[in-house]
């Protein structure tokens, strides 16, 4: 028998049930006391900086994510991983409140940033997007000069002096690792930039509006090797100061770069931990099944 | 094996009938304009340029006859000018209106309904402005005394060219990839801010093409204009010109070409006017060609 891969409301859907007879477990639950205990590895709990409580999200009738509980820590990377189609994207979006651009996509529950639930009425979404930074899965530059491409965010709320821009472009072009390499073609187009440079760069545009959390959605799976290697290089050291959340199909970059993972099936986050247990020692046979690439 | 060869061959036949016809469009244009040329040159042994482009009198068929184009030329301007000033706005305003903010169903009934104005005959426009819209903007705005004047000429064009301007920027829009709207608002930026800083950026060859093509098709529409625009071969001045009668390049050669004899000065001034004509086409679109594929990469 297949392994049940996507939801029966949702676009391809498949018929079977393997994993309907197993008991729902809740490894929410798990996860939170896992945090609470301090790891023998010398690792350390950092404050939690988005908490979601119980995020259900339709797309219509396709019930594409499930009661989902999950802490996305300060000055962490939280690994989203899991088959196609389980409701990663859906739940990254929910970070953001992107998933209020899908006009049939409806969202309960709560998130919680910094405390303060962003599905609460009178969100300031402008605010909000400044605040948890996305890049997308195709590096997607605006185009226009690199120099314009930074400057885009910051021009939106406000009149930037020429010298303030100055300063704000080359500090997020260095934050990104990228200002060695275009602080020559500044005015150039940001077109004529490698897809991995492009990358860097919508990482650059989200340090321009000082991102506290960047959300990242498969952003390697259009990249060479070395540029998937510099992306990951530059996570490590932007966790410095900011917490990130990285969508991918890869298990290496997951279980290379990560503190914590989450693993998704059928809208579900099955379970959720340190990276080190996901996958050395996953508590459910479903997480155990994927992460030794049993399927997806 | 032998499908390869007929593939290979079909192959060579495509490949040389393109190029052909390449050839031949650039032999068409060439030979259209010596052709032109050629017929305009005699007019120029009697009258010198200066005289001819700057004279401000047009009156073929008096005395030795008058040939100053300016009038045509600046009937042909305001015309013009202020058929962009209209189509230009609603159509970019269509445009957005159907791409970005319209739910799906209004655009699919919409985008076709604006496409099939390019159905209507030019006749047929001008005939809705002389009997119609003409009359009833004389009867009802006391600064505007014939129904007949330049800014209906421009405001008929404009219907006209918003079918070219929609359905290209439009397509332009629709081609933006959803990720760039959607990085856009994750930085911050509201729809607005998103279309205007970021979508029409994205689309700008296409929406420059909008434009040119919608000028080309105002410039060289005659039907229309003749009908319209009251046919005075006088000097529009300021802005008053906008809503007197005037006399365009395209509408003097169609009224006039017909009652010259062959070979005369009037039939070599008419020439002229076309030389002027395809010249100013030309360069529009040689200009739309060089800012298209300059602005494909980048702005600085
Ligand atoms: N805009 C949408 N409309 C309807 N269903 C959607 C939409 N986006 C995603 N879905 C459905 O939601 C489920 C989760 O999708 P997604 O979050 O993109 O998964 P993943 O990123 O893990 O591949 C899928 O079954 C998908 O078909
Ligand atoms: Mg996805």
Not at chain 1, 191 to 213: N, T
Not at chain 2, 154 to 173: G, K, R, W
Request: net charge negative; proline share 4%; glycine share 8%.
């Amino acid at each position: 028998m297949q392994p049940k891969l996507t939801n029966s409301d949702c676009h391809d859907a498949r018929e079977d049930t393997e994993y309907a007879e197993q008991p729902k477990e809740d490894f929410l639950r798990r996860s939170s006391a896992d945090a609470g205990t301090r790891v023998a590895r010398g690792d350390v709990s950092h404050d939690v900086k988005i908490q979601t409580n119980d995020l259900d999200i339709y797309y219509d009738s396709c019930h594409a994510i499930k009661e989902v509980s999950a802490e996305i820590r300060e000055h962490e990377i939280t690994a989203l991983i899991g088959p196609s189609g389980c409701g990663k994207s859906t739940f990254l979006r929910a970070l953001n409140r992107m998933n209020d651009e899908i006009p049939e996509a409806r969202t309960t529950g709560q998130v919680l940033l910094e405390g303060e639930d962003i599905y609460r009425e009178g969100t300031d979404l402008v605010a909000l997007r400044r605040r948890v930074g996305q890049v997308f899965q195709q590096p997607n530059p605006f185009p226009m000069s690199v120099y314009r491409n930074v400057i885009y965010g910051p021009r939106l709320q406000r009149r930037v002096a020429r010298q303030e821009a100055d300063e704000i472009v080359e500090r997020s072009l260095r934050g990104a690792a990228l200002w060695d390499e275009v602080k020559d073609q500044l005015h150039k187009s940001a077109m004529d930039l490698s897809g991995g440079q492009q990358q860097r760069l919508c990482i650059a545009r989200c340090l321009a509006v000082e991102s506290e959390v960047l959300l990242m959605d498969e952003p390697c799976s259009a990249l060479d090797p070395t540029a998937t290697f510099r992306i990951e290089e530059l996570m490590l050291e932007l966790k410095q100061k900011m917490a990130i959340v990285i969508v991918t199909h890869n298990m290496y970059q997951a279980s290379r770069v990560s503190d914590r993972t989450g693993f998704f099936l059928l809208g579900e986050l099955v379970e959720f931990g340190r990276t080190t247990q996901i996958f050395e020692d996953p508590h459910d046979d479903r997480t155990d099944a994927y992460v030794r690439g049993r399927f997806g | 094996m032998l499908s390869k060869r007929i593939t290979r061959v079909s192959e060579w036949i495509i490949e040389r009938f393109i190029q052909i016809a390449g050839i031949l469009g650039i032999v068409l244009v060439l030979v259209i304009f010596f052709f032109l040329l050629r017929n305009a040159l005699p007019m120029f042994h009697e009258r010198t340029i200066a005289e001819v482009l700057t004279g401000t009198r047009w009156s073929p068929t008096h005395g030795e006859g008058h040939f100053g184009m300016a009038p045509l030329i600046l009937g042909s301007l305001y015309v013009t000018a202020g058929a962009l000033a209209l189509s230009i706005p609603l159509g970019l305003a269509t445009a957005i209106f159907i791409a970005e903010i319209a739910p799906r169903r209004v655009r699919e009934i919409l985008k076709p309904m604006v496409e099939m104005l390019a159905a209507i005959p030019s006749v047929v426009f001008g005939f809705i402005g002389m009997t119609i819209v003409g009359p009833w903007i004389a009867a009802n705005f006391d600064a505007i005394q014939v129904g007949q004047f330049a800014a209906l000429g421009s405001l008929m064009l404009c219907f006209m060219a918003l079918p070219t301007i929609v359905s290209i920027c439009e397509d332009a829009f629709h081609n933006v990839p959803r990720e760039i709207f959607n990085s856009s608002l994750a930085l911050g930026a509201t729809r607005w801010q998103t279309i205007r800083g970021a979508v029409i950026p994205a689309a700008r060859s296409g929406v420059i093409a909008a434009f040119l093509l919608g000028l080309g098709r105002a410039i060289g529409e005659t039907m229309t204009v003749l009908m319209v625009t009251g046919n005075a071969q006088v000097m529009p001045e300021g802005l008053e010109g906008f809503i007197r009668p005037v006399r365009t390049m395209t509408a003097t050669i169609a009224a006039e070409m017909g009652e010259t004899p062959h070979g005369s000065l009037h039939f070599h001034s008419l020439f002229t006017i076309g030389l002027i004509l395809f010249v100013i086409t030309f360069s529009v679109n040689t200009i739309a060609d060089i800012i298209i594929r300059r602005s494909e990469k980048d702005i600085a």
